[in-house]
Structure formats: structure tokens, C-alpha cells
């Protein structure tokens, strides 16, 4: 923040270039964010073996839980944190910090201690076959049962980084550990021969990284940030408002990989190969997701500080601007999905069976991208502005009461191909729905600041 302050980033900055200067470190750490979580499977599907492709995509959902609980705590806290500046309460927030923090990290050592007492059942819940089950249980003894603390604290310690404004070092530490998690994955899986174990040390060992580089980060920006990590300053006095919007996110994401969960265990009826397409296919489909939750998170301070403030005019148009530049960015995926598919899938696993077939899913999966960013968008808006019950109704709606009926539904009347229309059947009926509650929201603020 060496070219403005604070205030004026918050108060006056124009609103594209204030979003941008938020987002666009924000999309680029996500877009290599996405990109590390790409590499596993990439280099995995370069041995040419769909038993591993669809080990790793089996353990996937669990392990993208971790980034529920990092959003409980990371989101829930970086919310609160941005409408305390708002407020003039900067001397709040290093309680904020500090439960954030180590709430965070109990939760998770239990999460990853459960985890590993009760494994074997889990992987055959998950839907893990003889010929994937050892591959399966190395992968999730690394990244879940080793690597989820580290990878929650990494995923939280950039939330609140963003919070206060300091989007550039948040997104260097996401991008610092994606980096590393590239490069070590050729060399563990081809160089040391480790096949998956070796691409689930690679991802333990870059979170890890990545929380040592936030730290340096931390020490850094020294007075320039509120935020404080000392036990000393750990309350609960805090846990209602951080978990009020936190528990929305982490909803939202446990109920997708619950979602994704039941897919990988409804496409295991059809064979190992539809598994390791799907999964495929998921984290290619996650991209341009991944693009507009960057953009989510960058404009999020936005909205909170502004709401806090009470200057509703900027608060909309801040999330008016990210809503268009998001539907812009999705119909440009959209695009490239539906013309590149089939060498997209090539790309990534050679086999000509599970290629083929994760082409036909990606060109259909794509289709709702669009819609699913725009429900995204308005979710994240909600959540900045402290408005937990809200998005965590149109969460629960769009994954509880739809998403996870209608896939087993669909595989009943329609088969495989019937789950893979599901999300775009689901976006359709939400968006209304989305847009019902957001403006039903806006009437209801108390009056604006004069």
C-alpha cells in the first residue's frame, strides 16, 4: 500500500480501480492457486494410470474441507476485521486475530486426528475400490491427516491479510506456496518415483511453506496491521459475529464437496474410468470458480468497510461492477471449454477412454459457470456486508435442498450423464432466488450516512 492509503483505497479510490487493485492479486493468487491443485492430478495423469487419477479425486472433497474450516475462521474473521475499520474499532482486532487464529487451528488438529482414527471406513464411504484404496489412503494420510493444519492456516492467514487491504502480500503468499507445490510435484512423482504419495508430500510440504512466507509477511508490514496472533489475546467474545459469517462459507463449501462427494460415489456405480474423468473434469471446471472467488475475496473489504460506514452508493456499485466483470470473465471460459474440450482432457491424461469421455463432461459441466459465479458473487456480498443467516440460506438452498436431491435424482432418471446436467439445472432456479434476497437485504439497511 506504498501509492495510497488506506482511507482512500476504502473511501475515494475510483471504483474499477479500487476493485482491481484488491481483486486482481486476489484472481492471480487463486488462478495459481487453482493451478497447484490442477498439478497434482496433471503430473498424476502423465503415469497414464486411471487408478491414481481417481484415487486423488476421491480424497479431493475431504480435503477441500480444509478450506471450509479455513473460511470459517479466515473469512468469518477477515469480515469482521474489514467492518471494524469501518467503524473506527481498530482496537478490536487482535482479539479477532487472535481467535481466528487458534480456534482455527484446534478445530482443524481434531478434524485431522478424526481423520485418521477413522480412515478405512471413510475411503470406502467415499467410494474407494481395491484397485484404488492404497493410493486413496497415502494421499489422504498427507494432505488431510499431516498437512490440514498447515493448509488451513495458510488459506486463513491470507483471509485476514486481505481484510485490512494488503491484497498484494496475501496473494504472494498463495502464489509463493503454488509455486512450490509445481515444482516439487515432477520431482517427487518422476524423479523419486513416489507416484501419489509424492504429489501429496508436495502439497503438504508447499502449505507449510506458504505459512512460514505469511508469517515473514506479517513481521514485515509490522505497525501497518491491527492483527495480532499472541495466545495472549485469544477470546471467544468474537466467535458469534466471526462465525455469523464464516459458518455461511464453510456451509457452502462443506455442502459442495458433500455434493461432489456424492458424485464421485454415484459415477463409482459406472466404473473407476467415469471417476477419474469426473474428477478431472472438476478441478478444470474449478478454474474459472476459482477466478471469481478471487474476485469475491478482493471485493469483499470493500463492501464491508463501506457497509460498516454506511456509504450504501459505494457498497453497490462496488458489487454491481464485480458482478459484470465476473459474467464477463465466465462467458469467456465458457468459450474456450466448449471449442478446447477434448484437448483440454487430453492435456491432462493421455488414456484415450477417460479422455474422451471427460470431454463430453466438461461441455456440459461448463455451461453453468456463469450463473454459478453470479450466485457466488451475491453469497460473498451478503457475507461481507455480516449477513450470515441470509447467505446461509441460499447455500443451504442451492446445495442442501438441490443439489444433493436432484443429482441422485437425475442419476435415477437420466444415468451419469443426468448427474452432469445437474449443477446447470440448480443455477437456474437459485438465480432468482439470489437476487430476491439481495435486494430484499438492501431495503431493509438502516439509513445511509448522510
Not at 496433471?42 to 481417481?54: C, E, K
Not at 523419486?192 to 515473514?216: K, P
Not at 468474537?238 to 455434493?259: D, H, K
Not at 457466488?376 to 461481507?384: D, H, K, N, R, V
Amino acid at each position: 500500500m506504498a501509492d495510497y492509503t488506506e482511507k482512500e483505497l476504502f473511501e475515494t479510490m475510483p471504483i474499477p480501480r479500487a476493485v482491481a487493485t484488491l481483486a486482481i492479486p486476489t484472481v492471480i493468487s487463486q488462478v495459481v492457486t487453482m493451478i497447484y491443485n490442477l498439478a497434482d492430478t496433471f503430473f498424476i495423469g502423465q503415469l497414464g494410470d486411471p487408478y491414481m487419477v481417481a484415487a486423488v479425486s476421491l480424497v479431493s472433497p475431504w480435503f477441500n474441507l480444509l478450506t471450509a474450516l479455513g473460511n470459517l475462521f479466515g473469512l468469518g474473521g477477515g469480515s469482521l476485521i474489514s467492518r471494524l475499520l469501518g467503524e473506527k474499532r481498530q482496537a478490536d482486532i487482535k482479539f479477532v486475530s487472535a481467535f481466528s487464529l487458534w480456534g482455527g487451528v484446534l478445530v482443524t488438529g481434531c478434524f485431522s486426528l478424526a481423520t485418521f482414527a477413522a480412515r478405512s471406513p471413510l475411503l470406502n464411504f467415499l467410494g474407494a475400490s481395491p484397485d484404488t484404496y492404497a493410493y486413496a489412503e497415502s494421499y489422504l494420510l498427507w494432505v488431510v491427516v499431516l498437512g490440514g493444519v498447515p493448509t488451513m492456516v495458510s488459506l486463513l492467514l491470507g483471509h485476514l491479510l486481505r481484510s485490512e487491504g494488503h491484497a498484494r502480500p496475501a496473494s504472494a503468499g498463495m502464489m509463493f506456496g503454488g509455486v512450490l507445490n509445481v515444482v516439487l510435484d515432477p520431482i517427487l512423482i518422476f524423479g523419486l518415483h513416489m507416484g501419489v504419495t509424492g504429489a501429496a508430500i508436495a502439497t503438504a510440504v508447499s502449505n507449510g511453506a506458504s505459512v512460514l512466507f505469511f508469517l515473514f509477511q506479517y513481521r514485515r508490514l509490522g505497525g501497518q496491521t491491527e492483527v495480532s496472533f499472541w495466545p495472549k489475546h485469544f477470546t471467544l467474545r468474537f466467535m458469534r459475529p466471526v462465525f455469523s459469517v464464516g459458518l455461511a462459507s464453510a456451509l457452502a463449501t462443506t455442502l459442495g464437496n458433500v455434493s461432489n462427494m456424492t458424485m464421485v460415489k454415484l459415477a463409482s456405480a459406472y466404473g473407476d474410468i467415469p471417476v477419474a474423468a469426473y474428477g478431472i473434469v472438476k478441478r478444470i471446471d474449478q478454474f474459472p470458480l476459482n477466478v471469481s472467488m478471487g474476485l469475491c475475496q478482493g471485493f469483499m473489504p470493500l463492501v464491508g468497510y463501506n457497509f460498516a460506514a454506511r456509504n450504501y452508493d459505494r457498497m453497490r456499485a462496488v458489487s454491481y461492477f464485480s458482478w459484470k466483470t465476473a459474467l464477463v470473465l465466465s462467458a469467456c471460459f465458457v468459450a474456450c471449454f466448449s471449442v478446447f474440450a477434448p484437448q483440454i482432457l487430453h492435456l491432462f491424461i493421455p488414456e484415450a477412454q477417460t479422455s474422451a469421455l471427460g470431454a463430453q463432461f466438461l461441455r456440459i459441466a461448463c455451461l453453468a459457470v456463469p450463473l454459478t459465479a453470479v450466485n457466488f458473487l451475491i453469497s460473498y456480498t451478503l457475507q461481507a456486508m455480516g449477513k450470515g443467516l441470509q447467505s446461509a440460506l441460499l447455500t443451504f438452498s442451492r446445495q442442501g435442498l438441490l443439489n444433493i436431491p436432484l443429482l441422485v435424482g437425475m442419476d435415477l432418471l437420466f444415468g451419469l450423464y443426468g448427474m452432469i446436467w445437474t449443477q446447470l439445472v440448480v443455477e437456474v432456479i437459485m438465480l432468482p432466488v439470489s437476487l430476491w434476497m439481495y435486494r430484499t437485504t438492501f431495503r431493509h439497511l438502516p439509513a445511509a450516512k448522510p
